[in-house]
């Protein structure tokens, strides 16, 4: 976890040296509206923007890993407690299917042919 935050370090440091070098003023159009702004903040914002948004969705990823995983420890909880319990008196043991029976052999010629095994 700890090689993370130091790449997450470096890589901020790069965009930041990228942004001081590119300090230029642009023009930024969107729709209708027209804004003359700082590259820096421009590349800034974006990577703010960028990193929130896979913040946002590595912590929606989390939650729904944790629940899961919850669930999974409760219903192994239940079944844990099932097998120490052992089989409830009266019930019938489970019984698991059968393989299905294999299809019949197809007939050769001499069996499907008239009696005395002419041809007509």
């Known amino acids: 976890m700890v090689w993370l935050l130091v790449l997450a370090l470096i890589f901020a440091l790069l965009v930041a040296v990228f942004a001081l070098q590119n ?3 642009i023009v930024v159009h969107l729709f209708a509206w027209q804004v003359e702004v700082s590259l820096v903040l421009v590349v800034l914002a974006s990577a703010t923007v960028g990193a929130v948004s896979v913040g946002l969705a590595a912590m929606v990823q989390r939650v729904r890993v944790g629940i899961r995983l919850r669930q999974l420890e409760a219903r192994l909880r ?3 407690q099932a097998r120490q319990a052992g089989p409830a008196k ?5 019984v698991r299917a059968s393989a299905p029976p294999d299809p019949p052999a197809p007939q050769t010629a001499q069996e499907s042919s008239p009696a005395g095994g002419e041809r007509p």
């Open 90 to 94: 009266g019930t019938v043991p489970e």
């Open 23 to 25: 300090a230029a003023v």
């Open 78 to 80: 239940e079944l844990e």
